[in-house]
């Protein structure tokens, strides 16, 4: 992993819109108590994107430890579970990006994430931290819950890097 001073900056400026989307999150109302949209995820698909997996992989964690040190979750359950999800996610999309990028648009790679995610975060919950199997039977809502804030982000994340690309001499 190389670090230039172009690199530094961008992931400096993408982790902090990452914490800043993270932590704004936590202002919408969500449709289940547990339940997060995701949407800082778009900054580490944006990530992956410029900058590739290592980097992505730094502003997932840095979002996931910065965000929960600011809204007042670090090292709780709930941070355990996101930070889990957040790694094992990009992890995967970083995968599906170096295997098969002709299949997978932006798009493709959010909606793995997201369902990487969810999975993650209910394996985790049932083994580890509530210790009960009876937890996996949530997992058709948070399947179909993962196909549409992965649509979401993924949209969102595509048109971000459609604008970008049309600016290539800022990068």
Not at 49 to 73: D, E, M, P, Q, T
Not at 87 to 94: A, D, E, K, Q
Request: proline residues 4%; contains cysteine; glycine residues 8%.
């Amino acid at each position: 992993m190389q670090l230039r001073s172009r690199n530094i900056a961008l992931i400096s400026i993408l982790a902090s819109l990452a914490v800043v989307i993270y932590v704004m999150e936590t202002f919408i109302p969500r449709p289940l108590p547990w339940m997060r949209f995701g949407f800082g995820n778009i900054i580490v698909i944006i990530a992956l994107y410029l900058l590739g997996f290592k980097f992505a992989l730094l502003v997932a964690l840095i979002k996931s430890c910065v965000g929960a040190l600011i809204i007042g979750n670090l090292f709780t359950p709930a941070f355990l579970l996101s930070l889990s999800g957040g790694l094992l996610s990009v992890s995967i999309m970083g995968l599906m990006l170096s295997i098969a990028s002709a299949l997978f648009s932006p798009l493709g790679i959010s909606l793995w994430g997201a369902l990487t995610h969810n999975t993650a975060q209910l394996l985790i919950a049932s083994f580890f931290l509530i210790r009960s199997r009876a937890v996996l039977n949530l997992f058709p809502i948070f399947l179909l819950l993962s196909v549409a804030t992965g649509i979401v982000t993924g949209a969102i994340s595509l048109a971000v890097l459609k604008h970008l690309s049309l600016k290539k001499d800022l990068f």
